[in-house]
């Protein structure tokens, strides 16, 4: 369920023409990013290694400069997702983490990273609720593409 919400998270991000980056943290010891979401993400968003458990580094900033709001996703939620959020928010940037779209090894971490996170400021969400927060209005070919992609 989780892969599915990443997927419907990238394509409404593709849809609404928002910029994304993608980390993996120590991928030589921990292993690649999943490829049926390698290959949702395409050629063109680039995977970005790292060793800091926060995604938050001047690659990540490049890609969301001049961004207030900043959608997260991703593995580990008690640790990366939680540090990338409470780095965000110390740049005076507003989080928003999508709960159905983070994980953790165990459902006490990922409960605890997501107390974590909104303890630190994020905002937590679900991706249908962002997606269609982005999008505004309903009837047009966006709107579509996002309503088949979070079915």
């Known amino acids: 369920r989780t892969l599915a919400r990443l997927g419907a998270l990238i394509e409404g991000a593709r849809v609404l023409g928002l910029p994304m980056a993608v980390t993996e943290q120590y991928p030589k010891g921990l292993?690649?990013?999943?490829?049926v979401i390698r290959e949702r993400l395409?050629?063109?968003v680039p995977t970005l290694e790292k060793l800091r458990f926060s995604a938050?580094?001047?690659r990540v900033r490049a890609r969301f400069s001049g961004r207030r709001n900043v959608v997260v996703a991703g593995m580990?939620?008690?640790?990366c997702v939680y540090l990338t959020v409470r780095d965000l928010v110390l740049e005076g940037r507003h989080p928003v983490v999508c709960i159905d779209a983070v994980?953790?090894?165990?459902a006490v971490d990922r409960e605890a990273g997501l107390e974590l996170a909104r303890a630190a400021g994020a905002t937590l969400?679900?991706?249908?609720a962002v997606l269609f927060d982005l999008l505004g209005v309903a009837g047009t070919p966006e709107f579509k593409r996002i309503s088949a992609a979070v079915k």
């Open 31 to 35: 292993g690649h990013t999943v490829p």
């Open 42 to 44: 395409g050629d063109d």
């Open 56 to 58: 938050l580094d001047d």
């Open 76 to 79: 580990e939620t008690h640790v």
């Open 103 to 106: 994980l953790s090894r165990t």
């Open 125 to 128: 969400s679900s991706v249908e």
